[in-house]
């Protein structure tokens, strides 16, 4: 299997925040269900990043319409998690690197 990298991040819409996952141009034939990928990108970011203070540090620091790029997450089409490059939004000044 070869592995993919999604680049992660949380958009600021109207009314709630979104997780939105960036899907390579030359995805691996192996991941079929969007869906599946996604929730995936999702499950392996809120395993390494405090899910409370991630959204509210976002709410607080970007404006409806923006995206606050949270890093990447590389997997394999069998779920495997074989890296992140996740980083931490801050409450303010800028970002704090976390990485696996």
């Known amino acids: 299997m070869c592995a993919d990298t999604f680049g ?8 709630e925040l979104r ?3 960036g899907v390579p141009s030359d995805i691996d034939a192996g991941w079929t ?13 809120w395993e390494r990043l405090d899910r409370r203070p991630t959204l509210e ?4 620091r970007y404006e409806t319409g923006e995206t606050a790029a949270l890093g990447s997450v590389t997997l394999e089409p069998d779920g495997t ?15 704090d690197a976390t990485h696996d």
């Not at 992660?8 to 009314?15: D, S």
């Open 8 to 15: 992660v991040g949380i958009r600021v819409a109207e009314t």
């Open 81 to 95: 998690v074989v890296e992140t490059d996740l980083n931490r939004v801050a409450a303010s000044d800028g970002w």
């Open 57 to 60: 540090a976002v709410a607080a």
């Open 33 to 45: 269900d969007p869906e599946a990928f996604q929730s995936l990108v999702a499950e392996a970011v």
């Open 19 to 21: 997780v939105v996952v």
